[in-house]
């Protein structure tokens, strides 16, 4: 099993290399349950809550909403009690922090659930751990029994006369069980499928009751923002999202593992510096800055930094923090057969669109990688318009992004018809693709020497160029001399074609 | 009665934890499974009875969550996670070289009911790959001869 501490600590994990911190005793004498004292006993609920909101800290379980704000929605009203799930359903493909900090924080992450608690005056707590993670299960249900004996939940939590009870549920295999409102309905003893939003969770969540649900990230957070402030925390990682997170890293990279670092910390620098960058030589052809339902990065992205407000201008999410690299070797094809595989066999099938859609989106990428696709089975339009139909977002970003990069990875040595955007001294900025262009040096415009950029070509025109190298960061090097040249070679073998050819 | 009162006796501190009794069913079918294996007809029509649901009730919820089976299983599980971080690390060949070693492919029970082997989604070991999960215990960092050690100890 080994001791899975990350490579760089902070403030959630500092101690996780040390196995005292998974009892309560060593747990203790490093502050432990000094911040839920603090709360419950020196400051009103919604003080907690206000302070959490300061602090800015946003949800570390993909959507990355404002926890604070989250508290804040529940009803202030007794005619109901009012529940917390902890969502430790960690199933997102790429992820593997939550795991962890049940493993070797557990106590971290219920001190969490105690402010929490008492900042939304709710009588009781059930974590829902996926069923496969019986060891950290384990670690969470020890922690809890050790809580309870020590007077820390139970009818009066720390002596204050607050009552709070915990419990562990263990899921049993359905990825959909992450999605907040199917885990209620799982604790509920029910299939997993999601419900109908409105009502929101906090009007009407487990057992009807008023809940909300933070991931075990989001919880572990807590303790350091009441011991420390929101200015502390504000003043690691980036102004719209503060703090670290455990970025997990995995795929084809020197050393695979876990890294915490201030949010906004740069996807090549945790890729290429922490992790030690892709071994045997290669290069990376893509990474997944989230989990699978985050759309791929694509080489000359990776300065990217990792942080909601970042990614979105690349069309892509924090997610997870889980973050896979895939190197020059790998097929996108079959990666996408992977992906569309998982998402077909997890579809929880209450929406046809989901439920058939997977379904045929991983035989056409099968098909595709097989060898035994055609185009027209992605329906393309004759603008270029490819309809994707699903209900769930997180298939239809993949399948979109997929899809994109199916069709517009652009090979080297093929001859694309490509759009000249603009014209430079030496040479011309040339589209292949979407999203996708290169240079077209001034001598790669014709065989004979061109004076003129403009003699030859002007802004808007289609021409035929061949892609004569794409570099580490993605730039193209793009000719219209050698599309020229081969398709003249194509040519010559045969005879000039003429009209007295016969047409068999 | 096909459950054990000792199963039956921890079924009902379970049920006791939530507000309403179905919220004890997913811990009790873990707990009717540890003692049996699988989910029998029998087992599920008293679930049923104990939950005051009907049988399809239970069996729907069986049938929804990988980790329930409705029908017998080896004596030990081994699933290697083949989603898409494993598989960069080589983990279709490990579950090729296991399915090989034991002569069955991936879904199927050994004759002498010592394993079931299986793939599986996603097990939250992406750093640690390629892996395998045998019964509760993740195996990880492996190799197919590590593996293959792992599977012969098996009883």
């Known amino acids: 099993m080994g001791l899975k501490v990350p490579f760089v600590t902070g403030y959630l994990t500092e101690h996780f290399g040390d196995d005292a911190f998974t009892t309560l005793a060593g747990y203790r004498a490093r502050g432990g349950y000094e911040a839920a004292r603090k709360a419950l006993s020196t400051m009103t609920p919604e003080a907690v809550v206000t302070l959490v909101k300061d602090s800015g800290l946003q949800g570390r379980g993909g959507a990355g909403f404002v926890t604070g704000l989250k508290w804040s929605f529940m009803p202030k009203t007794n005619d109901k009690p009012r529940y917390i799930a902890c969502n430790a359903d960690e199933s997102e493909p790429g992820s593997f922090k939550d795991r962890i900090l049940m493993e070797r924080g557990a106590h971290q992450m219920l001190e969490g659930i105690l402010i929490g608690a008492w900042a939304m005056q709710a009588e009781k707590t059930f974590i829902y751990c996926r069923g496969e993670y019986a060891f950290p299960g384990a670690c969470v249900r020890r922690a809890i029994d050790e809580a309870y004996a020590a007077g820390i939940f139970g009818p009066s939590c720390l002596g204050t006369g607050f009552r709070h009870d915990v419990v562990l549920m263990m899921g049993a295999g359905a990825y959909i069980c992450g999605e907040e409102t199917g885990l209620l309905e799982s604790l509920e003893g029910k299939k997993g499928q999601p419900r109908k939003k409105p009502p929101f969770p906090a009007q009407y969540g487990a057992f009807g009751m008023p809940t909300t649900v933070n991931n075990v990230e989001s919880f572990s957070h807590v303790r350091h923002i009441i011991n420390n402030g929101p200015a502390w925390f504000k003043s690691i990682g980036t102004e719209k999202s503060p703090g670290t997170t455990i970025f997990g890293v995995s795929g084809h990279v020197a050393r695979p593992g876990l890294y915490e670092l201030p949010l906004g910390t740069r996807l090549d620098e945790i890729v290429f510096q922490h992790a030690g960058g892709v071994p045997n030589g290669r290069k990376v052809k893509g990474v997944i800055p989230g989990g699978v339902s985050m759309p791929i990065l694509p080489v000359g992205q990776l300065d990217v930094p990792m942080a909601n407000e970042f990614l979105r201008d690349r069309k892509s999410m924090l997610g997870t923090g889980g973050i896979m690299v895939m190197d020059e070797t790998t097929c996108m094809v079959r990666a996408s057969c992977v992906i569309t595989w998982f998402f077909r066999d997890e579809s929880c099938g209450q929406c046809t669109q989901c439920r058939e859609g997977t379904g045929w989106l991983n035989k056409i990428v099968t098909r595709l990688e097989r060898g035994a696709g055609s185009m027209e089975e992605i329906d393309i339009q004759d603008d270029g318009t490819i309809t994707i139909a699903s209900v769930n977002a997180d298939a239809c970003n993949v399948a979109r992004k997929r899809i994109e990069d199916i069709t517009a990875e652009v090979e080297v040595g ?44 002007k802004e808007g025109q289609v021409v035929r160029v061949k892609v004569l190298e794409a570099d580490d960061k993605g730039r193209l090097r793009l000719s219209m001399k050698a599309a020229a040249e081969d398709a003249a070679a194509a040519a010559a073998p045969a005879p000039a074609p003429s009209e007295s050819t016969p047409a068999t | 009665m096909v459950i054990s009162a000792e ?35 029998d087992t599920a029509r008293e679930l049923a009875e104990i939950f005051g649901i009907k049988v399809v009730d239970v069996m729907e919820v069986v049938t929804f969550y990988n980790m329930f089976y409705d029908e017998p299983q080896g004596r030990h599980h081994v699933h290697v996670c083949t989603n898409l971080p494993c598989s960069l690390r080589g983990a279709r060949d490990l579950l090729r070289g296991l399915e090989a070693h034991l002569g069955i492919d991936a879904g199927e029970t050994t004759k002498d009911k010592r394993i079931t082997l299986g793939h599986e989604e996603c097990l939250g070991a992406c750093g640690y790959a390629p892996m395998m999960r045998v019964d509760e215990t993740y195996h990880e960092d492996l ?11 098996l009883k």
């Open chain 1, 414 to 457: 093929r001859i694309y018809e490509g759009t000249v955007l603009r014209l430079l001294d030496f040479g011309a900025i040339v589209q292949v693709l979407p999203g996708k262009d290169g240079l077209l040096h001034i001598s790669q415009i014709a065989k004979e020497r061109v004076n003129q950029v403009s003699d030859y070509v």
């Open chain 2, 7 to 41: 199963t039956r006796a921890k079924i009902d501190v379970e049920i006791a934890k939530y507000p309403q009794r179905r919220g004890g069913l997913l811990p009790a079918l873990h707990l009717v499974q540890k003692e049996k294996g699988w989910i029998a007809a």
């Open chain 2, 143 to 153: 190799d197919l001869a590590a593996a293959k050690e792992i599977v012969d100890a």
